[in-house]
């Protein structure tokens, strides 16, 4: 599994992450993911600011053993700065991955 907060994401042919490294200007974030399955499944992306849960997302995964490419997003406006996490849940609720970053 691969997974990454990017400031900008394009999704056409090989998908392209801007990774978001150091603190971020408000705006929108998207986190990228990829994950190998054998069957479909679904996972969440859970958005976190300052230890507080903002925005759940469920995903659908296709059944792909070389990796099937997924997304969220969430705009971040100046009011919203803070300290942010993503994490990446399994649908029996696992916590796969997470990802932290700042919004100034």
């Known amino acids: 599994m691969t997974a990454e907060v990017c400031r900008s994401l394009t999704r056409t042919g090989a998908w392209t992450c801007a990774p978001a490294t150091g603190a971020q200007d408000p705006g929108v974030m998207y986190f990228y993911t990829r994950v190998a399955s054998p069957r479909d499944t679904t ?6 600011r300052d230890e507080r849960l903002e925005q759940t997302v469920p995903l659908r995964i296709r059944a792909n053993p070389s990796g099937f490419r997924t997304y969220s997003q969430t705009r971040i406006s100046a009011n919203r700065a ?15 991955d997470e990802k932290t970053f700042a919004v100034r």
Do not use: A, F
């Open 43 to 48: 996972i969440e992306h859970r958005w976190y």
């Open 82 to 96: 803070g300290k942010w996490k993503v994490e990446v849940r399994s649908q029996d609720g696992e916590l796969l």
